[in-house]
């Protein structure tokens, strides 16, 4: 049987079982409206990763709805082009150029928001990167950044987040993790590890601060998106063979809107999406068929079906000009390459 035969095969109950789930999943997210810009006005965020994907996305929003956004990421003239955006829109902006990998930047971030705006409402640790390839081509250095940078920079920007909102008695604390988080995706190892970690993290925060009697003052929320077309796709790092990419990819304004969400409602985990909340539920269901389909889907987009590309490291070491949007146009350049490859077999 040929792989292509044994992708279907796999796909076809996948099918039957995601109807199911879809019908018994929660509502999806509302976008926000009204009631979210009055309680979002004059709040102050603190944002990661605040340069492009998500957390441009979630700052620019935030900034329409006139809070008080601080701006962190490594590329500062990047953020220095969302906050004109930001204040521009009636928002106010900051920017504080971070390595969240940095202890030191990251307290840094903290008391310069303070010292600016008075208080942090909201801290959401949202920086990310990743190597994709199989875990034994990707080098040693690179799942070590990736680690730095999506777990520690989360444990860094958690622990003093924590203190603070213990220290003034209130404050939401929002970590993005993945549905990779519940569902690990082949040639995504120390990612996957990453997002795990961020998920088992904020679970034990909730259970500490509940204990502390904090449980009613502080929330503390995990938001789970399913691959979403970020530059994620355009700059990380890449030892697999081919193009950066991954299985129907959500648009970011989803995660963004959910992301929103969570810092004004009472949620422990989130999936962003019903793709993300199918996944999540089928796993808790069908764990061992949920990651075998899952290693299908990302052998088939990532390895079968990808153009060649080649080896690189991408911005876990130094940044990079590309990918500076919310959007990253990895759907598009899909599109493109599923054309070329139909022309080919044509031609052949």
């Known amino acids: 049987m040929t792989y292509h035969m044994r992708f279907r095969n796999t796909l076809a109950p996948f099918c039957v079982l995601i109807v ?16 979210t810009r009055e309680k979002t006005k004059g709040r102050t965020f603190i944002i990661t990763g605040a340069s492009s994907g998500f957390g441009r996305g ?8 006139g809070a008080n956004v601080v701006l962190a990421a490594r590329r500062t003239e990047v953020l220095e082009e969302v906050a004109a955006i930001i204040r521009n829109s009636g928002g106010k902006a900051m920017v504080v150029t971070t390595d969240v990998s940095n202890a030191g930047d990251m307290q840094r971030l903290a008391d310069l928001a303070v010292k600016e705006f008075g208080k942090v409402d909201v801290w959401i640790n949202n920086a990310g990167v990743g190597s994709v390839g199989p875990f034994w081509k990707v080098p040693i250095e690179e799942h070590a950044r990736v680690i730095d940078v999506n777990l520690k920079g989360v444990i860094y920007g958690s622990h003093i987040a924590v203190k603070m909102f213990m220290q003034q008695g209130y404050g939401v604390l929002i970590n993005t993790g993945s549905v990779e988080s519940e569902v690990p995706v082949a040639y995504h190892a120390s990612y996957a590890a990453t997002k795990a970690g961020i998920r088992s993290l904020t679970n034990t925060l909730y259970q500490e601060l509940r ?35 991954t299985a129907a990819l959500d648009d970011p304004a989803k995660v963004v809107n959910t992301i929103i969400f969570a810092s004004l409602h009472r949620n422990r985990e989130l999936p962003a999406g019903w793709k993300a909340r199918t996944s999540y539920r089928m796993h808790h269901v069908l764990p061992h068929f949920t990651e075998r389909l899952a290693a299908a889907m990302s052998y088939h987009y990532q390895i079968k079906t990808a153009p060649p590309a080649p080896e690189t490291s991408g911005n876990l070491f130094e940044t990079k000009s590309t990918g500076t949007g919310v959007e990253g146009g990895v759907r598009q350049r899909m599109k493109a390459e599923k054309r070329a490859r139909r022309q080919l077999k044509r031609n052949k």
């Open 58 to 65: 979630v700052a620019i929003r935030l900034g329409e709805y």
């Open 20 to 35: 199911g789930v879809v019908l018994t999943a929660s509502c999806a997210t509302s976008k926000p409206g009204k009631v």
């Open 211 to 245: 204990l502390a009697g904090f449980k009613k003052k502080i929330r503390v929320v995990t938001v789970l998106p399913w691959g979403a077309d970020t530059p994620f796709f355009v700059n990380g790092g890449n030892h697999s063979g081919g193009t950066l990419r």
